[in-house]
């Protein structure tokens, strides 16, 4: 097993300045194409990477049954290279934040927010619960190996998901939550609102019509090139970002499904849906009625 002790390229300050932005192969000076454990200078994991864990059946199994969730939306903020209100129709602009329009969806659960009050099911999963249904035994398999790779941070995590309301995390695992995107290069971010001790957790599925779209922690000049059928483990509180993708010879589109698997953080405080639903009709009304 190779294991690499990274040092940082960039300070906080320049690796915060990239925010939003695209990278390319500039940022990097090793690229990971094979196993191997990587820590900072303080022993802190940064990132497990396995070639050839997931079975090509189980890989395929993801994206045939959450392939329904990938939609065109504006919804990914920062993420998606841009952040700014949204300009309505009479060209005026609305008091809603968005970013740029890229094809990507939520499976499993997802808490309240400034949008919904309420804890709920996605929408992929009301409207297609029998393909997330089939689509268990793919989570399945990642947190397994999760499990076995990264036993510390499982533990914490797998530890939150038994105290979570069993309404509102995927059955058997540690996530409540899998964002599922398509031939989507993300600009330099750090995830939020995933559980802060746990770990990011990236599966792929592709065509090979791609070159490129690596995964890239460019404070320390590291990029992972994951494939089919391999995993990748990594702080995702770190700056990250893809390189780009660029259409091989002999295809037409790029294609790169790409699946993060995580448990957010406030699931947790989600209650009974009986319960929401009080709260619900409380709220609307003033009082409760049946």
């Given amino acids: 097993m190779n294991t690499i002790t990274a040092n940082k390229i960039l300070t906080d300050k320049q690796a915060a300045s990239l925010k939003g932005k695209f990278i390319n192969d500039k940022y990097i000076k090793t690229l990971i194409t094979s196993d191997v454990?990587?820590?900072?200078?303080?022993?802190?994991?940064?990132?497990?990477?396995?070639?050839?864990?997931?079975?090509?059946?189980?890989?395929?199994?993801?994206?045939?049954?959450?392939?329904?969730?990938?939609?065109?939306?504006?919804?990914?903020?920062?993420?998606?290279?841009?952040?700014?209100?949204?300009?309505?129709?009479?060209?005026?602009?609305?008091?809603?934040?968005?970013?740029?329009?890229?094809?990507?969806?939520?499976?499993?659960?997802?808490?309240?927010?400034?949008m919904v009050k309420y804890c709920r099911l996605t929408s992929f999963g009301k409207n297609y619960f029998d393909q997330f249904k089939k689509g268990i035994p793919f989570v399945q398999h990642i947190d397994y190996l999760y499990s076995q790779l990264c036993p510390i941070h499982y533990k914490k995590q797998r530890a939150l998901?038994?105290?979570?309301?069993?309404?509102?995390?995927?059955?058997?695992?540690s996530f409540t939550t899998v964002?599922?995107?398509?031939?989507?290069?993300?600009?330099?971010?750090?995830?939020?609102?995933?559980?802060?001790?746990?770990?990011?957790?990236?599966?792929?599925?592709?065509d090979g019509s791609y070159d490129g779209g690596y995964f890239v922690l460019p404070q320390y000049a590291i990029a992972v090139d994951v494939q089919t059928t391999d995993a990748l483990f990594v702080d995702?509180?770190?700056?990250?970002?893809?390189?780009?993708?660029?259409?091989?010879?002999?295809?037409?589109?790029?294609?790169?499904?790409?699946?993060?698997?995580?448990?957010?953080?406030?699931?947790?405080?989600?209650?009974?849906?009986?319960?929401?639903?009080?709260?619900?009709?409380?709220?609307?009304n003033g009082y409760l009625t049946l």
């Fill in 161 to 173: 998901a038994d105290a979570t309301n069993i309404n509102y995390k995927i059955p058997n695992t």
């Fill in 236 to 284: 995702v509180h770190q700056w990250h970002g893809n390189t780009e993708m660029k259409l091989r010879k002999g295809f037409n589109e790029i294609f790169r499904i790409s699946f993060v698997l995580y448990y957010r953080e406030n699931m947790f405080k989600c209650k009974q849906p009986s319960e929401q639903l009080k709260q619900i009709k409380i709220k609307k």
């Fill in 37 to 114: 454990d990587i820590f900072d200078n303080y022993g802190n994991l940064l990132l497990r990477f396995r070639k050839n864990v997931v079975p090509y059946n189980i890989a395929e199994l993801g994206y045939k049954s959450f392939k329904k969730s990938i939609t065109l939306t504006e919804g990914r903020g920062i993420t998606s290279g841009s952040s700014h209100k949204r300009i309505r129709k009479d060209g005026s602009i609305s008091n809603i934040t968005v970013g740029n329009k890229v094809y990507s969806g939520n499976v499993g659960y997802m808490d309240s927010n400034a």
């Fill in 179 to 206: 964002t599922v995107n398509k031939s989507f290069r993300t600009a330099v971010h750090q995830d939020s609102g995933d559980f802060r001790d746990g770990f990011g957790n990236l599966i792929v599925f592709n």
